[in-house]
């Protein structure tokens, strides 16, 4: 008997159940001489412990928005150790994230803390996130499960999803890192889920958590999130945080003595907050200590892998030391580097760029030229800064969202910059210098005051160590090779949520698996910056597309392989994409989708060669009828390249689905599908017309068969349709 086992065995009911809520605001329950208790604190870009009314130091790194820009699951794999580490340091066994929740709306207020737009870019961070923190001994907890795409209304809103949309979009941010990286806890979301909420929700916290995807974890409430005790219980909620909630434990008391609940299903909770304890405290060490001048580096090169260059016109970045420059903007000293909400961290060390460029002895004249507190134009800072930049060369303004408009617990209300940052952008646009724009943000902003810009950084919500990292990469210290984990569209209007997000009280999500880019490309619109979109200050060309087949089966792996060389004279790193694009597909499916990346280092004229597999999912959309991923047999095209909107290399598989869903042929269905099924169109053909002496020539393939009989002047019986289609049925067998 394992020893959880034996723990299980020797508590009394109500031992048990005061298991399931928490013995305060962070930590589980412990039980006198059988469990002990353990810790959780906030994440997910840094520890934030709370200790005496405040958090303790520890390392600020890019917030998820910004990490994500690097597409690197080895950097974040890093982060995740020096969480772990930091956690171990400070006696915490679980830290609360990542989240992985899908932005729908630029505007969602958490968005700096989620990572994309797209599910294999956010569960594979989180993978390399999660396998971080967990090789250090210490859990990770991923949330918020599922659909809290908003911050307005958050704690009841019932998002509306319909199954394809959660499984494609919604839970496939989750399903990778479950399944792989394997996270010590869950946390199940404030918001309902088609009618349930998600803390007390079967289909979400058991059919597809633990039946489908494998979960042996435990699943935690978000602070507040669950309700009903013993439904939580029987979903599949495992601890109610924060705690203590004496009445709760008392409810599943009762209702095991009343037989509403049964002691196998309180067992089977209970058993995994065992295993969970017993994790947590075997793998304390005491007295560790965490290398913090390490991690603070580490924060830096985070910082600098995950900035985008946006724009680059007439290479004016990298700066010289020797240029003349004016730092306009108050970001420059107020730097921004992470949201605010529960995520918020306490640093160990926060440099602005003022000191980030004296501590590299670069000369500049700073002028500070609007507030972050308010929108108002302040006419003194604004000519302050004119007569700086005047004296200028160069122009060098930090724009961005202030902390004040990006937090957990409200939605943004504008995709827009503040009106005293684009007016002071304009004045000094006018003395026609160059000009060198750095974001400071943790999600897109509206751009289209940016056409006098010669350049532009975007360094989002980059960390305690964000000044250091932007100094570097303006100056040529780093070379640029973030690419964007989010589409920037032209304008809020254009989004597929304009016109109703945030909704209160019920948010349908009409727009389906239309989210993000797999909406501007089905629409064609044209879009400020694409998802996956990033310069470098060198130069990349793909050659050479090579694909193991041509034709395979849906239960075949695929290779796709080709060449990208650095064309430039400086070394560089190269995020490289594939998409996938069915040619004809049975259902209304995104025009392409990212199915594949690897980010390469090269130095100048170097070239190397990339190769990236394909398995089932890299070709399936979820079917509502089988309720599983299903692949349609036609041509695929395989399309490679440096963004979603910039894919030289494209190739082509065909690619057949052993499909055979028996109930495929009913007298309502139509005559064929091309796609679904082994049937060919010849087949049918013979059939009808060899068989039954019929005349199909002049029929629409969409034809239900019901409509045979009618068309058949008189040779076709309802009875002879019956046997046809039973005889159908045999041969798909
Ligand atoms: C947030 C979670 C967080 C928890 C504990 C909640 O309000 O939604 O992300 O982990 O508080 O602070």
């Not at 928005?65 to 890093?78: R, V």
Request: hydrophobic share 40%; with cysteine.
């Amino acid at each position: 008997m394992t020893k959880a086992m034996e723990i299980l065995n020797s508590l009394t009911l109500e031992e048990k159940a005061s298991l399931t809520s928490g013995k305060d605001c962070w930590r589980t329950v412990d039980i006198d001489g059988k469990l002990a208790s353990i810790m959780m604190s906030d994440g997910p870009h840094g520890l934030r412990k709370e200790e005496n009314g405040g958090a303790v130091p520890a390392t600020c790194f890019p917030s998820s928005a910004t990490i994500a820009n690097s597409w690197d699951e080895d950097l974040i794999y890093k982060i995740g150790e020096a969480l772990g580490e930091e956690c171990l340091a400070n006696d915490v066994q679980v830290i609360l994230g990542p989240g992985v929740n899908i932005k729908r709306s630029p505007l969602c207020g958490r968005n700096f803390e989620y990572f994309s737009e797209d599910p294999l870019l956010a569960t594979k961070m989180a993978s390399g996130h999660i396998r971080g923190v967990q090789s250090k001994g210490v859990g990770a907890c991923i949330k918020h499960f599922a659909a809290n795409n908003q911050e307005t209304d958050r704690f009841s809103v019932n998002a509306i999803i319909d199954e394809r949309t959660l499984r494609e979009i919604y839970l496939s941010s989750f399903e990778e890192a479950v399944k792989e990286a394997k996270p010590w806890m869950i946390m199940s979301a404030y918001n309902k889920l088609n009618g349930d909420y998600c803390s007390e929700n079967k289909y979400l916290l058991t059919d597809v958590l633990r039946d489908d995807w494998g979960y042996e974890g435990v699943v935690v409430s978000d602070w507040g999130a669950a309700n009903e005790p013993v439904d939580g219980v029987k979903a599949g909620l495992d601890i109610r945080m924060p705690g203590p909630v004496p009445s709760a434990n008392a409810a599943i008391v009762e209702a095991v003595k009343f037989g509403e609940l049964s002691m196998e299903e309180l067992n089977k909770n209970v058993l995994r907050i065992i295993e969970l304890v017993e994790k947590g405290i075997a793998s304390k060490v005491a007295d560790y200590e965490a290398d913090m001048t390490a991690h603070n580096e580490l924060a830096v090169k985070a910082a600098e892998e995950s900035a985008v260059l946006l724009k680059n016109n007439n290479n004016v970045l990298p700066l010289d030391k020797s240029d003349k420059i004016a730092l306009i903007g108050a970001f420059a000293e107020q730097v921004r580097y992470q949201g605010g909400g529960s995520s918020c961290v306490n640093a160990t060390e926060v440099s602005n760029l003022l000191q980030a460029l004296d501590d590299k002895n670069i000369t500049y004249t700073y002028a500070k030229g609007f507030k972050t507190e308010d929108d108002l134009i302040d006419d003194n800072l604004v000519s302050e800064a004119v007569t700086a930049a005047e004296k200028s060369d160069i122009i060098v303004m930090c724009m961005g969202l202030p902390f004040r408009m990006e937090s957990e617990g409200f939605d943004r209300w504008t995709m827009s910059l503040p009106i005293n940052q684009i007016e002071l952008f304009n004045k000094l646009s006018e003395l026609g210098k160059p000009m060198v724009v750095v974001l400071f943000q943790g999600s897109p902003v509206e751009m289209e005051w940016s056409k006098n810009a010669d350049s532009i950084l975007a360094m989002y919500t980059g960390g305690q160590a964000v000044a250091k990292a932007c100094v570097n990469l303006l100056f040529g210290g780093a070379n640029p090779c973030g690419k964007l984990s989010e589409t920037w569209g032209l304008k809020l209007e254009n989004n597929p949520t304009a016109l109703s997000f945030p909704e209160k009280g019920t948010a349908s999500y009409v727009e389906g698996v239309y989210v993000g880019y797999r909406y501007y490309d089905k629409k064609k619109l044209d879009v400020m910056y694409p998802f996956g979109y990033g310069l470098s200050y060198t130069t990349f060309e793909y050659s050479d597309l090579k694909i193991s087949a041509t034709d395979i089966s849906e239960c075949d792996t695929l290779e796709v392989s080709f060449k990208v060389k650095n064309t430039g004279d400086i070394a560089g790193k190269e995020i490289a994409e594939l998409y996938v694009e069915p040619t004809y597909p049975s259902v209304s499916r995104p025009v392409r989708e990212l199915k594949g990346f690897k980010k390469i280092s090269l130095e100048p004229g170097e070239e190397k060669t990339v190769t990236m597999t394909l398995d089932k999912r890299g070709f399936a959309y979820y079917d509502v009828e089988t309720h599983d991923w299903q692949v349609d047999t036609t041509v695929y095209k395989i399309h490679v390249g440096a963004s979603s909107r910039n894919l030289p290399l494209v190739g082509s598989i065909k690619v057949n689905s052993s499909r055979t869903n028996k109930a495929f042929f009913t007298t309502d269905s139509r005559v064929y599908e091309l796609n679904a099924n082994p049937v060919s169109k010849e087949t049918l053909n013979k059939l009808l017309t060899e068989d039954l002496k019929l005349d199909i020539s002049a029929l629409s393939i969409d034809l239900p068969l019901s409509k045979l009989v009618g068309f058949s002047g008189g040779k076709l019986s309802v009875d002879m349709l019956d046997r046809f289609v039973s005889e159908l049925n045999e041969r798909i067998k």
